[in-house]
């Protein structure tokens, strides 16, 4: 089973709403991460978390605020969004590297598409 | 300079044709490397990882030069249904680099009958 499950598929919120995506997987892989795709572009990495701790953040605006509750589950929190923070949020997952290199494929889940209005 | 780079394209193929293309990273200290698809408006998949020897799955063949850092992919016999955006991701692993993955800005391939 290589799923990486995200809710919801798709979101529209207000500037001034507080809403959460959720991401969950089942593969035992201790690294989890947070994209933003706008279209027509590349996923843009926005925070990894390695063994439930954040081990990267790509200089994200506070208005966004990642949590990793436990090994299956990753959040991103929302707040005070603008409209061009609408785009598609890709959650993935892989095995941590220990610096290895070694079988850290990553899973993407489908995606929330998000619209800020 | 961007840490992972790749010709856009659109590359037109006719169906059966061979098509390659490569992608070029800048950080020597990188440690994986993978070709994903990306199909309008869904995620990315795996399309495979790329080894050091270059490895084969079917009609794909990926390479690794680490001397010139770039990775290849080259996708024989094609078909309507290979049409789609080729990401060439990059992995810099470890507890100093805290597992990351970077996409190129992807390729895309139009198989045309």
């Known amino acids: 089973d290589t799923e990486v499950t995200q809710t919801p598929k798709h979101l529209v919120m207000g500037m001034t709403n507080k809403k959460s995506l959720k991401c969950e997987q089942h593969?035992?892989?201790?690294?989890m991460y947070w994209y933003k795709q706008k279209a027509k572009k590349p996923p843009e990495l926005m925070f990894v978390?390695?063994?439930?701790?954040?081990?990267i953040n790509e200089s994200v605006p506070s208005r966004f605020s990642p949590e990793c509750p436990n090994s299956s589950l990753l959040n991103l929190h929302l707040h005070a969004l603008q409209p061009e923070d609408s785009a598609l949020y890709l959650c993935?997952?892989?095995?941590?590297?220990f610096g290895t290199g070694l079988n850290t494929e990553a899973f993407f889940g489908q995606g929330t598409r998000l619209t800020v209005v | 300079r961007k840490e992972v780079e790749q010709d856009p394209g659109p590359f037109n193929v006719p169906e059966g044709a061979t098509v390659a293309f490569n992608c070029t990273y800048s950080?020597?200290?990188?440690?994986?490397f993978f070709w994903y698809r990306q199909d309008c408006r869904k995620e990315p998949k795996l399309l495979m990882s790329?080894?050091?020897s270059g490895n084969e799955d079917g009609r794909f063949t990926a390479q690794l030069n680490r001397a010139s850092q770039y990775i290849s992919l080259l996708i024989r016999d094609s078909k309507l249904s290979d049409s789609a955006t080729y990401l060439c991701v990059v992995l810099k692993g470890g507890k100093a680099a805290g597992n990351k993955l970077t996409f190129g800005g992807g390729t895309r391939v139009l198989v045309k009958p």
């Open positions: 790329v080894y050091s």
């Open positions: 950080n020597s200290a990188s440690q994986s």
């Open positions: 993935a997952s892989s095995q941590e590297s």
């Open positions: 593969m035992g892989h201790r690294a």
């Open positions: 978390y390695s063994y439930e701790k954040l081990s």
